[in-house]
């Protein structure tokens, strides 16, 4: 506080004593003022926000809503792990930069990878195409599943010139291979072996994941009983050989990219992890080994606070699965984020860079141990040296220049996290029970609940973009018309197959009689194995010239009936309005003239700028050509400009005051002379609506429209939508 001195003077006391000085106001007492600043409309409906996930977030958090939490005094590395399992977070082990790379040619994927790691990436991400995952030699698939997703592998061959000169023990290596680990890690066992590598000083993960495999293609190839006795079989084999690779996944960016919420994505998950511990467990492993080799995987999107609550929350519902489990030396969650490809969009794909920037930000301060960032033209196929490098670069700028790997849990303490942390967490244990009462994750699949849930939430999420009450900048607003939509960048799978075949044709036939009747040999000796040795075994099969098909052959002689379930819906955020998009460039290319508004604004710029200005920006997210003149003085001006300029739709813009007198008679203006024309109103006054609508208005825009519906209906109209 300031004092007065003898000579008339203030100065500032030495000490300051703020708390005793301002007494801090109650919550009751701030809302009481808010209330008052909101002049009647109710508190709760303009600033308490209800999520995807059924929360309510309150404007203002305070000590209060945190008293009740239990892990609320708890350290890094101890409790329920909230806060990390170690005690020094990134400041002992910095995140890995685990970039896919989705090349489908062994030796471009060899050549970028190479090039990556000697510019910043730190663990190798081996992506396999759908074939290699479903154990299929590339000649013996579907010419549309050879290359997809990643490089094709038949046999041991096709690993040495992906990983040539790859040193893999320096750098952890993670392969995610479909709904068996099996056939694959025989592959890559016996590239090892004949590459004189050791595999057990191999770090990283070689992951089955039928469940979420199930989930995105409808369809288990094999029984649950086989996918789930190769599962242990691998589990069996790694532990002896491999303890450095973790061979089980559990998928969470499957939900999340097909528009799950933080709590679905959580909850679907964690189930995935219980159906597997139940499953193991009853093959005699123990849980804590089981839960040892596990690997999750999140999707990571652009709600920054909600994301780092839902890595936050997963490792509290991981400790209270353990527990539930009987294991109270909690092994730590290895969790791995890659950047959505749920919100990102097609047109301004440049945005893409900023989506994936907080969606990265949001997964480090959540405290992943790895992280894929999306390349910005990921939507367009195949990712160039420079959206990989700009993609890479995101996580080193976070890494090296906010040095971000200085934290642990920097959001500790504050009250608005810890307390959306514990609803989350709150949220997906329940959904989580919901499924267990069904049976499972995999009865929860067959019975559709999964996909309706995630189709509840997508339906509400649609919504809210239709009315742009959530913004997709560069695409339902702020729509850019003079961008030239980038190219895709695809697999030729065509000339790939054929390439693939052609190859596999010659591997085939080339050596003598001796090596192909071994391999028969060896074949037969593995489907008389069962379940003894099969890795090593089908190893050597490799070795001596077997593929990959021959070896899922071998080992699944009666594979059982596949599971069969209604498969998840994939799309992005932003794909109704790309649609209208591709609509209106589409009418253009064949009419040499996109669809077109004409602005009829009314008065002085000060009258008209405001709704002319949201009227341009309503109608661009559709595609179309808006014409905005100065300022007419009179309907009649109006109307001769809105009939010379050829467009079919017309919007006036003013103010609610001028309108009684402008509407009516622009409006029959227009009609008189177009009786096809369009007219549509800026604005929504109540009490003149149906007024205007007599008058021969067809259609209001305002905040809060659906916009979607208005654009769409009006291209269909136009009959740029047929």
């Not at 190769?230 to 939900?255: C, H, Q, S, Y």
């Not at 390439?499 to 074949?523: A, P």
Request: net charge negative.
């Amino acid at each position: 506080m300031e004092s007065e001195n003898k000579s008339g003077e203030f100065k500032l006391e030495e000490q300051l004593n703020l708390a005793a000085d301002f007494t801090p106001p109650t919550y009751e007492e701030w809302k009481k003022v808010a209330e008052k600043d909101l002049k009647g409309v109710p508190f709760e409906k303009k600033l308490v926000t209800k999520t995807l996930e059924d929360i309510k977030l309150n404007p203002l958090y305070t000590r209060g809503d945190i008293e009740d939490i239990k892990f609320k005094d708890e350290l890094p590395g101890t409790g329920s792990f909230v806060r990390g399992f170690t005690a020094s977070g990134y400041r002992g082990k910095e995140w890995e930069v685990c970039q896919n790379i989705p090349y489908a040619d062994a030796e471009e994927f060899n050549a970028a990878l190479k090039h990556d790691l000697e510019r910043g990436q730190t663990a190798i991400s081996l992506t396999l195409d759908k074939a290699t995952q479903m154990g299929l030699d590339a000649d013996y698939a579907g010419k549309e599943i050879v290359g997809k997703g990643g490089i094709s592998v038949s046999a041991y061959r096709s690993l040495n010139r992906a990983l040539k000169d790859i040193d893999l023990e320096k750098y952890p290596i993670y392969v995610k291979a479909g709904f068996s680990a099996l056939p694959f890690i025989s592959v890559f066992n016996a590239w090892l072996k004949n590459s004189n590598k050791d595999i057990s000083k191999l770090k990283g993960s070689i992951e089955a994941d039928p469940v979420s495999w199930l989930a995105e293609n409808g369809e288990l190839p094999v029984s649950e009983e086989t996918a789930f006795s190769e599962m242990n079989t691998v589990l069996d084999w790694a532990k002896t050989n491999a303890p450095g690779l973790r061979t089980i996944g559990i998928n969470g960016a499957v939900w999340h990219n097909a528009g799950a919420s933080a709590v679905q994505e959580l909850a679907f998950s964690m189930a995935t992890a219980i159906e597997y511990l139940k499953n193991l467990s009853e093959k005699g492993k123990d849980i804590k080994d089981i839960a040892s080799s596990m690997r999750f995987t999140f999707g990571t999107g652009t709600f920054y606070f909600m994301e780092i609550a839902k890595f936050r929350a997963a490792r509290l519902i991981w400790t209270n699965i353990m527990k539930a489990f009987g294991v109270n030396d909690i092994p730590a969650m290895k969790v791995h984020a890659e950047t959505s490809k749920f919100s990102q969009t097609e047109y301004d794909p440049y945005v893409n860079m900023l989506r994936t920037t907080t969606e990265a930000f949001s997964a480090v301060v959540g405290g992943v141990d790895s992280m894929h960032t999306n390349a910005f033209d990921e939507v367009f196929g195949l990712p160039d040296e420079f959206s990989r490098r700009i993609s890479r670069n995101t996580q080193i700028i976070l890494n090296e220049e906010s040095h971000l790997n200085n934290l642990i849990d920097p959001v500790g303490g504050s009250y608005y996290v810890e307390k959306l942390t514990e609803e989350v967490a709150e949220k997906t244990w329940e959904l989580t029970g919901k499924i267990d009462d069904l049976g499972g994750i995999i009865q929860a699949l067959r019975d559709n609940f999964p996909q309706s849930e995630i189709e509840t939430v997508n339906a509400q999420r649609n919504k809210e973009i239709a009315k742009r009450k959530r913004v997709i900048v560069g695409t339902n607003m702020y729509a850019n018309l003079t961008e030239v939509k980038k190219e895709k960048r695809m697999v030729d799978h065509d000339k790939f197959y054929r390439m693939r075949s052609e190859y596999l044709q010659k591997f085939r036939t080339s050596g003598d009689n001796t090596k192909h009747q071994q391999v028969l040999e060896k074949l037969q000796e593995l489907v008389d194995a069962g379940g003894e040795g099969l890795i090593e075994k089908g190893s050597e099969i490799i070795i001596t010239g077997g593929t990959i098909g021959e070896i899922s052959k071998a080992v699944r002689p009666d594979a059982g009936n596949p599971v069969c379930v209604i498969p998840l819906k994939f799309t992005r955020a932003s794909e109704p309005f790309e649609e209208l998009r591709d609509a209106s460039a589409f009418y253009k290319k064949e009419t040499g003239k996109a669809p077109g508004i004409f602005l009829a604004n009314m008065g002085s710029l000060k009258q008209h700028k405001g709704r002319a200005d949201f009227s341009r920006g309503f109608f661009e997210a559709g595609g179309f050509d808006v014409t905005y003149p100065a300022g007419f003085k009179t309907p009649e001006e109006a109307a001769d400009a809105f009939l010379a300029s050829g467009n079919e739709i017309t919007v006036i813009c003013s103010t609610d005051d001028t309108y009684p007198e402008i509407v009516p008679a622009l409006v029959k203006l227009i009609k008189d002379k177009k009786g096809d024309a369009t007219v549509v109103l800026a604005g929504y006054p109540k009490d003149q609506v149906e007024a205007h609508k007599e008058a021969g208005v067809d259609e209001f825009i305002f905040l809060g429209a659906d916009v979607y519906k208005i654009l769409s209906g009006l291209l269909k109209k136009t009959g740029v939508i047929k």
